[in-house]
């Protein structure tokens, strides 16, 4: 019992460490919507982060589909989450997406690159 008590630290250590880094990436867009004659449908995101050397400045946000990125911007007073307005063509009826932060975090020596992806999501696109 002893002995346990010695290597419970050494155990929770990862854990902890793993707490301090941990980021959530929570998709905002509804996943059915009514189809709309300009083509554009609204697309929001959030992203939570508690890592400690986020430069929170660097952060780029994309929605992803196919091979398309389209950048997405801040929503106004809210520090973390982005919108944007993307064009579906007209006989299209499911989007299947996802979201992709950029960012840069602080390093030795200098500022690193990394990113973040979502899982996928799909976007129903109903006839009126």
């Given at each position: 019992?002893?002995?346990?008590?010695?290597?419970?630290?050494?155990?929770?250590?990862?854990?902890?460490?793993?707490?301090?880094?941990?980021s959530?990436?929570?998709?905002?867009?509804?996943?059915?919507?009514?189809?709309?004659?300009?083509?554009?449908?609204?697309?929001?995101?959030?992203?939570?982060?508690?890592?400690?050397?986020?430069?929170?400045?660097?952060?780029?946000?994309?929605?992803?589909?196919?091979?398309?990125?389209?950048?997405?911007?801040?929503?106004?007073?809210?520090?973390?989450?982005?919108?944007?307005?993307?064009?579906?063509?007209?006989?299209?009826?499911?989007?299947?997406?996802?979201?992709?932060?950029?960012?840069?975090?602080?390093?030795?020596?200098?500022?690193?690159?990394?990113?973040?992806l979502?899982?996928?999501?799909?976007?129903?696109?109903?006839?009126?």
């Amino acid at each position: 019992m002893l002995n346990l008590k010695k290597f419970l630290p050494l155990f929770l250590l990862p854990l902890f460490l793993a707490g301090c880094a941990t980021s959530q990436i929570t998709n905002l867009t509804p996943s059915r919507l009514p189809r709309k004659d300009n083509g554009q449908y609204p697309f929001a995101v959030e992203w939570t982060s508690r890592q400690q050397s986020l430069i929170r400045d660097s952060i780029r946000a994309y929605v992803v589909i196919g091979l398309d990125q389209y950048p997405m911007q801040r929503t106004p007073m809210l520090t973390n989450r982005w919108e944007t307005l993307v064009p579906v063509l007209a006989d299209q009826s499911v989007v299947t997406y996802r979201y992709k932060f950029d960012y840069e975090y602080r390093g030795f020596p200098t500022h690193q690159l990394d990113s973040k992806l979502s899982k996928y999501y799909q976007l129903f696109i109903l006839d009126k």
